[in-house]
């Protein structure tokens, strides 16, 4: 009860400050909205369907994306983690290209794939592979070595020893690594997004700004959160409450 | 076990004094020896010869763990591993197990030469070896599974093996939800459902209470004589290898020798108070304290963990 008053207090205020900055009209109405402004974009976004559509095309975008990012950075991960060789010389590598912003992908990915989807793609899975590809290699560490052990001297071997044993003993550890990734691929995308027509979210933000339509704006910036916040709270503290349901851990993990 | 007679019900034990120990003759082999082929494969399940395993250590120098080991192990005997932490024991099992590889010697299943892992050879570990992301049931059927064996005869096989550990009701619980005696009968089970010949136990009850471990002494023994199945189990309990043991290899600390070995002809089931169990336990203590202050003196000199076998941690990357 104490967390959900604090919840509304700080809410509240906000929303408060919000409504009185509008009120008073420290600013135009053009650059800054009042709430209910902000909402009747929102509805009128989904209105004429221009918001559904562009959901759907970045979610589908964000999907192919992360999932190729989670399968390639899970097999890089467990090769860097597995051999000496690559841990010493792209372990280093892959460490410094993660001070690169994904964006600056974005030139280089336009002249080998074109303006178009690709691209895009591109841009995402430079963004969030190092993730999940530095967590794979961490969590392959960090899982303890007896469940190799005992996999092989149960018979596993190959393909069945890595997907039967090592990917779920490690996925504890590697779940914070790709909700990471997840958010890296999210931010990705929409960047590149709003680099061209994409019809995605970053696109129709963009448009928000063509138009001189800061309602729009800031209307389909609560909606980039929203899906964000959502997919982090339903799919990943799904995942996580289901492996401490299995193993026993304790909700700090 | 028809071919241990002192167990026939009724019989004296004898002799009367089992604990002579039997010296093994060290043979120094050149370093040109080709490995020699067991000596009677066909009464061996099991055989060692010349074993040795060395590792570098961190600080570059070469450590010899073991040192031409030599053991032979019969069909169906239950043979344990006594020696202070550090001698190499557990590493032994990893080697038999195909998990790990000796540096130089031979190991012999069945007269065949160990060159991986295989199912013929299971290991149960002292604790943490079960898979926490799967039930009970599943971990039972895990290598069964990796076999290829169906789906019907896994699940007729694994119900099996667990009312035979008195665990059937725990099929669909997870790892986490049972106690430390009931995780390792699940990985008794577990080992018996892929139907090896050779169990190799790694101090499995090492971690458990006494009552438990009790229990667990007596249930270990009668699926043995049920099974018929050949053990080699390592433990630093002195009294638990003669409460279990047809036969006690003792070795040494750093570098691991087999010291001596000790035959048990104690009637069976032995309890680990009998007098005569603590008498057998004092002699083969006696021979092991000095092992014992050597690698305590290790402790102290070194400031390191003797328990700490740096070749099982170092472990092979798979």
């Given amino acids: 009860m104490k967390r959900a008053a604090r919840y509304v207090i700080f809410y509240g205020a906000l929303f408060g400050l919000w409504v009185l900055l509008a009120m008073l009209k420290v600013w135009p109405p053009y650059l800054f909205p009042t709430p209910w402004g902000v909402g009747e974009a929102l509805y009128a976004g989904f ?4 918001y559904l559509i562009a959901i759907r095309v970045s979610m589908e975008r964000v999907l192919i994306g992360y999932g190729i990012s989670v399968v390639l950075g899970m097999i890089l991960g467990l090769g860097v983690a597995s051999n000496k060789f690559l841990e010493e010389t792209m372990g280093g590598l892959l460490v410094s290209l993660q001070s690169l912003p994904s964006i600056c992908w974005w030139p280089l990915a336009l002249l080998w794939f074109g303006l178009n989807q690709n691209a895009i793609l591109f841009v ?8 999940v590809t530095l967590a794979m290699e961490d969590g392959r560490k960090q899982m303890p070595k007896i469940f190799g052990q005992a996999g092989r001297n149960l018979g596993a071997k190959g393909f069945n020893l890595f997907w039967y044993v090592l990917l779920p003993a490690s996925l504890p550890f590697i779940v914070s690594g790709l909700k990471q990734g997840w958010a890296f691929a999210w931010r990705s995308l929409i960047t590149a997004e709003m680099l061209y027509l994409s019809l995605g979210l970053g696109q129709v933000l963009m448009m928000g700004r063509d138009l001189n339509d800061m309602s729009a704006v800031i209307a389909v910036m609560v909606l980039i959160i929203a899906i964000g916040f959502l997919v982090d709270g339903i799919v990943f503290k799904g995942i996580e409450r289901h492996l401490q349901n299995k193993w026993g851990l304790t909700p700090a993990v | 076990m028809s071919a241990n007679t002192h167990n026939l019900p009724g019989q004296f034990p004898i002799p009367i004094d089992p604990l002579v120990p039997v010296r093994p003759e060290r043979v120094k082999a050149s370093p040109l020896s080709i490995a020699r082929p067991s000596l009677s494969p066909a009464i061996s399940k099991v055989g060692l010869s010349e074993i040795c395993l060395s590792y570098n250590t961190q600080s570059g120098e070469r450590l010899l763990a073991l040192d031409h080991i030599n053991l032979q192990v019969k069909t169906g005997e239950f043979v344990c591993i006594v020696g202070p932490s550090g001698c190499g024991k557990s590493t032994l099992l990893l080697l038999i197990a195909g998990l790990h590889r000796q540096t130089s010697g031979q190991i012999l299943v069945d007269g065949q030469p160990v060159e991986g892992p295989g199912t013929d050879r299971i290991m149960i ?3 943490h070896g079960l898979f926490p992301w799967l039930t009970v049931g599943q971990n039972v059927e895990f290598g069964m599974k990796m076999k290829g064996i169906g789906k019907a005869e896994r699940e007729e096989k ?3 093996y667990l009312r035979l550990v008195h665990l059937a009701k725990f099929k669909d619980s997870y790892i986490h939800q049972l106690s430390g005696g009931m995780r390792q009968r699940v990985a008794i089970a577990r080992a018996l459902a892929t139907e090896p010949d050779v169990l190799l136990m790694d101090e499995p009850f090492a971690a458990l209470d006494a009552q438990t471990r009790d229990l667990l002494h007596d249930e270990l023994e009668r699926i043995w004589s049920e099974t018929g199945r050949t053990i080699i189990f390592v433990t630093h309990n002195v009294r638990e290898a003669i409460r279990l043991g047809d036969r006690v290899v003792l070795l040494t600390f750093r570098p691991g020798r087999v010291k001596s070995e000790f035959p048990v002809a104690l009637q069976r089931p032995r309890h680990l108070e009998d007098p005569a169990v603590a008498r057998a336990a004092g002699a083969i203590l ?9 690698s305590l003196e290790a402790e102290y000199s070194e400031g390191v963990k003797p328990h700490v076998d740096p070749e099982v941690e170092a472990g092979v990357r798979s």
């Fill in chain 1, 47 to 50: 209105q004429d369907h221009t």
């Fill in chain 1, 124 to 131: 995402v899975v430079m963004g969030s592979l190092l993730s």
């Fill in chain 2, 125 to 127: 570990f002292q604790e």
């Fill in chain 2, 158 to 160: 694994t119900s099996y």
């Fill in chain 2, 286 to 294: 006696g021979e092991l304290r000095d092992e014992i202050n050597r």
